[in-house]
């Protein structure tokens, strides 16, 4: 469940939320009208060039049934009072991205289980349909086809791994279970992984039932889906051992002693004195021991030697902007959170009454991440 600047170009609003449609998704689209076009072919072969407008058609449905199933997760996700920062529909379905997850695990349930829902409901919808029409014609071919896959996507979906809806409600009931939102998300990650070999399997396996080599365009279309799904799958047990290491993540665990020069000191002498003090890291002030800047290890390192002399130690600095203070006591995803809304090599870390303290570098809490 892309950011406000989604991929692809923006096709509308609901709710506020903007839509975006990815590039690929015109292309699968292409490929659905081109395999619907034979079936057309065995209704009407009188249809002439309009088959195309037809196939069209049933492909614009088709995606559009999609659009539905991930509304019905932005719409639930919105009557939580949920952020909801973008709808995005691509080559093998669609992606509504939440500014944070839901608070609770029923929460996390009605979020997840709304798209399948919906798809069934179209699905419903396609069945009443038939009933109100003739035994053939493309109207009843297309509704056969709509109400068909809308079946098959829902009940796919339903299936209990990671990152398939059905997955989020199963890590959402083991987490009601347990106690745990981890836990939950951990046998729904190792769930989807397993999802995921068999769906790849499938062709295969039907095929050996079949007593028939397996169809290589389902093969193909399978094994893009299970790489989809192990992908996500191992996205979302990283995200879960990420999330177990939160409550390390502490600023004043972090800090490197910084040590206060003058925007004029050459940096030659700055890092002298660094390295005296033992000190992590640089900060410039002005002629009032403000805090002006943040001196980039980075660009200490990226300068020779011999120029230190004659650099001063405010050419290698990124000004201090009030994004790039971040309170002493800042833990978890709170941090997280500071640092997203500034991305950032170095962050002046002050106490409550606005004293330096120290210099958090991103560098440090990456390597806390690095085995992960």
Same mark, same amino acid.
């Given at each position: 469940?892309?950011?406000?600047?989604?991929?692809?170009?923006?096709?509308?609003?609901?709710?506020?939320?903007?839509?975006?449609?990815?590039?690929?998704?015109?292309?699968?689209?292409?490929?659905?009208?081109?395999?619907?076009?034979?079936?057309?072919?065995?209704?009407?072969?009188?249809?002439? $060039?309009?088959?195309?407008?037809?196939?069209?058609?049933?492909?614009?449905?088709?995606?559009? $049934? !999609?659009?539905?199933?991930?509304?019905?997760?932005?719409?639930?996700?919105?009557?939580?009072?949920?952020?909801?920062?973008?709808?995005?529909?691509?080559?093998?379905?669609?992606?509504?991205?939440?500014?944070?997850?839901?608070?609770?695990?029923?929460?996390?349930?009605?979020? $997840?289980?709304?798209?399948?829902?919906?798809?069934?409901?179209?699905?419903?919808?396609?069945?009443?349909?038939?009933?109100?029409?003739?035994? +053939?014609?493309?109207?009843?071919?297309?509704?056969?086809?709509? @109400?068909? &896959?809308?079946?098959?996507?829902g009940v796919y979906n339903l299936l209990p791994g990671l990152p398939l809806d059905g997955g989020?409600?199963?890590?959402?009931?083991?987490?009601?279970?347990?106690?745990?939102?981890?836990?939950?998300?951990?046998?729904?990650?190792?769930?989807?992984?397993? /999802?995921?070999?068999l769906t790849a399997a499938a062709p295969f396996l039907i095929g050996a039932q079949q007593g028939?080599?397996?169809?290589?365009?389902?093969?193909?279309?399978?094994?893009?889906?299970?790489?989809?799904?192990?992908?996500?799958? @191992?996205q979302s047990l990283r995200a879960a051992k990420v999330r177990a290491r939160l409550p390390q993540?502490?600023?004043?665990?972090?800090?490197?002693?910084?040590?206060?020069? @003058?925007? @004029?000191?050459?940096?030659?002498?700055?890092?002298?004195?660094?390295?005296?003090?033992?000190?992590?890291?640089?900060? /410039?002030?002005?002629?009032?021991?403000?805090?002006?800047?943040?001196? $980039?290890?980075? &660009?200490?390192?990226? +300068?020779?030697?011999?120029?230190?002399?004659?650099?001063? /130690?405010?050419?290698?600095?990124?000004? !201090?902007?009030?994004?790039?203070?971040?309170?002493?006591?800042?833990?978890?995803?709170?941090?997280?959170?500071?640092?997203?809304?500034?991305?950032?090599?170095?962050?002046?870390?002050?106490?409550?009454?606005?004293?330096?303290?120290?210099?958090?570098?991103?560098?440090?809490?990456?390597?806390?991440?690095?085995?992960?």
């Open positions: 469940m892309a950011d406000d600047g989604g991929s692809g170009i923006r096709i509308g609003r609901f709710l506020g939320i903007p839509v975006y449609a990815n590039l690929s998704l015109f292309a699968t689209g292409a490929l659905v009208a081109f395999g619907f076009l034979p079936r057309l072919e065995q209704i009407d072969p009188n249809l002439g $060039s309009s088959k195309y407008l037809v196939a069209g058609g049933f492909a614009l449905l088709l995606y559009a $049934s !999609i659009l539905v199933h991930e509304l019905a997760h932005a719409a639930v996700a919105r009557g939580f009072a949920l952020p909801v920062r973008s709808v995005s529909l691509s080559m093998l379905g669609g992606l509504t991205s939440l500014g944070r997850q839901p608070e609770t695990a029923g929460r996390e349930f009605a979020v $997840s289980g709304a798209g399948p829902a919906a798809t069934l409901l179209v699905a419903a919808a396609g069945w009443v349909g038939l009933q109100l029409v003739g035994s +053939t014609g493309l109207v009843r071919l297309v509704l056969v086809q709509l @109400t068909i &896959s809308n079946v098959l996507v989020s409600m199963l890590a959402a009931l083991i987490w009601k279970l347990t106690g745990n939102e981890l836990t939950g998300q951990v046998v729904a990650g190792w769930s989807g992984r397993g /999802v995921a070999v028939s080599p397996p169809n290589s365009v389902f093969v193909i279309w399978a094994g893009l889906i299970a790489l989809v799904l192990w992908t996500g799958s @191992t993540l502490a600023v004043r665990g972090m800090l490197r002693p910084a040590l206060l020069v @003058t925007a @004029t000191t050459p940096l030659a002498e700055a890092v002298r004195r660094l390295t005296e003090a033992g000190a992590g890291a640089l900060v /410039v002030t002005d002629s009032s021991g403000r805090p002006t800047g943040l001196v $980039s290890e980075a &660009s200490v390192a990226a +300068t020779p030697m011999e120029r230190r002399p004659w650099i001063a /130690v405010n050419d290698v600095a990124r000004p !201090i902007v009030p994004e790039l203070v971040i309170g002493a006591n800042l833990v978890g995803e709170a941090l997280l959170e500071a640092m997203r809304r500034m991305p950032a090599t170095e962050y002046l870390a002050v106490d409550e009454s606005g004293h330096v303290i120290g210099v958090l570098a991103a560098a440090d809490l990456e390597r806390l991440f690095s085995d992960v």
